[in-house]
């Protein structure tokens, strides 16, 4: 009986999987049937992949064709197999040597002239293909940039069917990846155009250096989107193994560069302030796509006019501000996405917005609604909270500020710091911390804890508040170069609380 295999690649998340596809050609009525828990898209692949090889100048199997695809519980989803169904059945047919099948995954889409399309999530199923300890992958020649990003395995182009079928003929030879040029740098705007404010830029200044999250109230046009948009030209770029998640996963996104795929700065992600529970967090029809919170992922997540963003869209963030991961759950399983980003917020103090507060038209519970929306547990996950005011007019006079180079030096430093202090448990930043070992094995002495114990003692803090204080004390630490935190570093750290001591 002729039987044919191949190998493809599943992906969950940033996760994959291998996938055994097997074709089997059997007597009876000329027909295709796919087994193993195929979606919608999966099973429109039949007349994909029928069409492809007979446009192809192949010839299509003349009987029942059987593909299994295992392991069986798993669920496919996605048009990524459509390569590998080709080159199984072609094998079953004895049209094509299986020796190179054998240690080769196929990753790809067919057009129904043969035409080899690209697919969402090539990085992350080529990092599994070389888990999986496959020597060579097969994937569209538009995604050679993202998947040469992966060493140890062999990577190869392939723009039709009929080129792979060459290929493995022994006939034709594949594309290779070329040489990527060097990432381009985003454009970032500077410190020093920022007027004023050197409450909001010194807290701007901790959160870089120890990866705290920032809530910046004011009047409309008073900086705080400039603020918030010079923070990742603070932060250092990433090292190698962040880059390559966060490439992964706007690989699995669909919005990654075809010049230059790797992303090596920390990304920023601005939603709009209407945007959807499933846009913030994740989610979709079919299989869980990420959302604005797992694309900022080592980066920037910022939240403008938040107070005008739902209620539930808010509240779905707690979670992943406490863990770092997104988890979406799913009839067929859970989807996890890395979502650990600095959330930075934004916020006029009412409705009306005036340049000063003396003339505001809003009642008072007006007022208290609209950032009423910002709950309790909320603002407790935010570390720094900074209330801007406008600015005299003496601050237009052109007095020279710092750049975002200068201030730049003095976060790589303080991160430095904390990622030697921290390197035994395998931690970068203070704000990644968990609260046990502060409170343990790095417990301040009794004098500087003395005004957080003095905010547990009143009420006017929780104990998850105490903990990011006393994060946030160490970040001042770092940045002022000392070797412990003082009385005094906790104090600053508990002014810049929301909920804080005096």
């Known amino acids: ?178 040489p990527t040029a060097p990432p381009l740098v985003p454009p970032t705007g500077d410190l020093r155009e920022v007027v004023g404010q050197d409450e909001a830029r010194w807290a701007l200044e901790v959160a870089a250096a120890g990866g705290h999250h920032l809530l910046l109230t004011g009047p409309p046009g008073i900086g705080k989107t400039m603020l918030a948009q010079r923070l990742p030209g603070l932060l250092p770029p990433l090292r190698e193994r962040e880059s390559l998640e966060v490439t992964a996963i706007h690989s699995v996104a669909g919005i990654l560069s075809d010049d230059h795929p790797l992303i090596f700065s920390p990304p920023f992600v601005a939603p709009h302030h209407s945007s959807s529970v499933a846009a913030m967090i994740g989610g979709g029809s079919g299989s869980a796509r990420p959302g604005a919170a797992s694309c900022a992922h080592r980066g920037v997540l910022f939240l403008d006019e938040c107070a005008e963003i739902g209620t539930k869209v808010l509240e779905a963030l707690r979670t992943p501000l406490e863990e770092g991961e997104v988890r979406i759950a799913r009839r067929d399983g859970v989807a996890r996405y890395p979502a650990r980003f600095q959330l930075v917020l934004a916020a006029n103090p009412c409705p009306c917005a005036p340049a000063r507060d003396i003339d505001c038209i809003c009642a008072p519970l007006a007022r208290r609604r609209y950032l009423g929306k910002l709950s309790g547990p909320l603002l407790d996950r935010i570390d720094l909270a900074v209330q801007m005011h406008a600015q ?81 004390a160490w970040t001042v630490c770092d940045l002022r170069g000392g070797d412990l935190p003082t009385a005094q570093d906790v104090l600053q750290a508990l002014n810049f609380r929301q909920r804080g001591a005096a």
């Open 1 to 178: 009986m002729p039987l044919g295999r191949a190998f493809s690649v599943a992906v969950a998340g940033v996760d994959g999987q291998l996938v055994e596809i097997e074709a089997d050609i059997g007597q009876g009525l000329p027909s295709v049937h796919l087994v193993g828990r195929p979606d919608t898209t999966l099973q429109e692949s039949r007349d994909r992949v029928r069409a492809a090889v007979s446009n192809t100048g192949e010839k299509w199997p003349d009987g029942r064709v059987v593909l299994a695809l295992s392991p069986a519980t798993l669920p496919k989803v996605g048009s990524v197999y459509d390569l590998a169904l080709a080159a199984a059945v072609l094998d079953a047919a004895g049209s094509i040597p299986a020796q190179r099948l054998a240690d080769t995954v196929l990753l790809g889409e067919l057009a129904l002239d043969g035409r080899v399309r690209r697919v969402r999530g090539i990085l992350p199923a080529v990092l599994a293909a070389r888990t999986a300890g496959r020597g060579t992958v097969v994937v569209p020649t538009a995604a050679l940039p993202e998947a040469g990003l992966v060493d140890g395995i062999r990577v190869l182009g392939a723009a039709s069917l009929g080129e792979l079928v060459d290929w493995l003929r022994g006939g034709g030879e594949l594309a290779l990846p070329e």
């Open 392 to 472: 005299s007019a003496g601050a237009l006079s052109g007095e020279e500020v710092e750049s975002s180079e200068v201030v730049r030096a003095r976060v790589a430093v303080a991160r430095n710091a904390a990622a030697e202090r921290w390197s035994a448990l395998g931690l970068s930043t203070n704000a990644e911390v968990p609260g046990h070992i502060l409170r343990q094995m790095f417990r301040l002495p009794r004098e500087a804890l003395a005004p957080v114990e003095n905010a547990l003692r009143h009420g006017r803090m929780s104990a998850r508040g105490a903990d990011r204080a006393i994060r946030v």
